[in-house]
């Protein structure tokens, strides 16, 4: 077995990302190689935490990594010092297993120190197994039990509009969903609902990796035609490779130039993509952490890397 | 102190409910209501009338409606959520994940609650629905006994910070409450006080045969009993309810609801603790209801005032 020695990824300094303000209207252009070192630098910290933790659910967490990374560097308004500034936009992540996604990205720009990170499903822990909005700065609400996420974003997006001025609305929302979660009935109320309401301020990103717990998605309960299926309810469907930043940036400009549909994003991703170990084995690393050796071969790829 | 009720004209809880919304609208420019195609049922029309563009239809989506709420009062509105008690109860998971557990204020409210509906028979009765949210760590639950004390309530959730579920009734209630009258959120409401013979609760629907009950039990010479109405289910008044029990030595409840998981049995849940005395429950004995004018099914399950009079009555005899 090669169980490559890599240091001790908590004591590694994250670099200092110099990035432009983020209270700002997206997008902010940041170089793409900036998202993808950040992504992995969240994905180091994912891998430790996981491994630290016991249990958990990497496949989902990296396959949803680029997204998150996006999200927060590049489009969302907010700002890491004042987590519920009344203006931010929110993001509601409904796939709630992949929570290590937003801890990572959270803990990278100051919501939360990174040694919380090893606190991970711990006793007393702010980062719970699934998402808590109570507990944890940056989290905007409670998710874990599948489905729910998009009407609450929805109602979010609601107050948006609400509170805007004609038809710019006071924040945008964006919500994560997984792809085996899209069988769920609730979210097809939510895609029924959202045209309905002209809730234009309202993305849903599906993280698209292919698998879930008792299989491939396709053979557990297939989804496709799946683009028709979010047309055929009125939505503005847009399909990318949900790794490639260029692509989903290009997404989530579309989805603000529009001004009367919500937006769904179809992206296509890959369990565990980042880590060929995940990769191997899509369904089997959905909700199985790693070995310490493991662990470290993930880490030292990532390492590898960035260089 | 005794209050009988009085001749105003009764009124359904849902429908003071329509009026207190409707009232409030202009006060409270971030209320908004939501409701899954039943606001003509739900009163919730009245407001959706005044204020359009703050009443969200929802369809027959209770789950959507109950998540979308949630975002909404995670955003500072103050969302009322509006369907009958057993469609919206039934949506326990998003009640507990969307709405509880990421502390959003939904004011929900479920009307047409307990075996009063008639005949819509079991399936639209919302029996469980108090068991169900009392379950829920944080939830406030509320059932008034009149149409002042509706209004009163539904004023009081408009400033209230925290998820709360409040049960309404299809059928009309006889006012039991004088002008003037303040609703105390978390606080015992003695309506009666005929002696200390035993400490009649009653909640919701009950509320005015159980007072019509006690005036006729002292009147007849049976035992005087003192009446309370339980308003508050969660949190409920453990010390009031212990010391009025102190009193009189002998509690009993009656509700329209399931005896399992109600306001008898947090009651008994209160008193038990502190080992007490003896409770009786009265109320729908753990079985499905059904079809039925409301008259008959109050008096099948010993809901109306003679019913209620003569179990405690027979109770208190036979101990």
Redesign the interface.
Known sequence: MTTPTVADITQRKPPAWSLPPLDTPGSRAIPVDTLRRFADECRLDIVEMLCRAGSGHPGGSFSAINLTTTLFLDEMRHRPHEPRWPERDRLVLSKGHAVPSLYAPLAQLGYLRRDELWTLRRLGSRLQGHPANMLCPGIEASTGSLGQGLSVAQGMALAGLMDGKGKDPAFRVYCITGDGELQEGQVWEAAMSAPRHKVHNLTVIMDCNGGQIDGLVKDVLDLEPLADKWKAFNWHVLTIDGHDFVQFRAALQAARAETTRPTAIIARTTKGHGASLFEKDLVGWHGKTPTRDEANQVIAEILGRLG | MTTTTTTTKPVASREAFGNALEALGREFPHL?VLDADLSKSTMSMKFAKAYP??F?E??I?E???????????????I?FCCSFACFISGRF??I???VA????AVRIIGTHAGVGIGEDGYSQQGLEDLGLMRSLPGMLVLQPGDDVETEQMIRVLMTHRSPAYVRLTRQKLPRVHRDGYRFEPGKLDVLARHGTDALLLCTGGTVGPAVDAAARLAQGGGPRVTVGNVHTIKPIDADGIAALARECKRVITVEDHNVVGGMGSAVVEALAERHLVPVKRLGVQDVFGESGTPEELYRRHHLDAEGIADDVRDWLTRR
């Open positions: 908004v563009a703050r969200l929802m369809g989506q789950a959507n409606m109950l998540g979308t709420a949630a975002g909404l009062a995670l955003c500072g509105k969302p998971d998003q507990k994940m969307s557990y990421s502390g959003a």
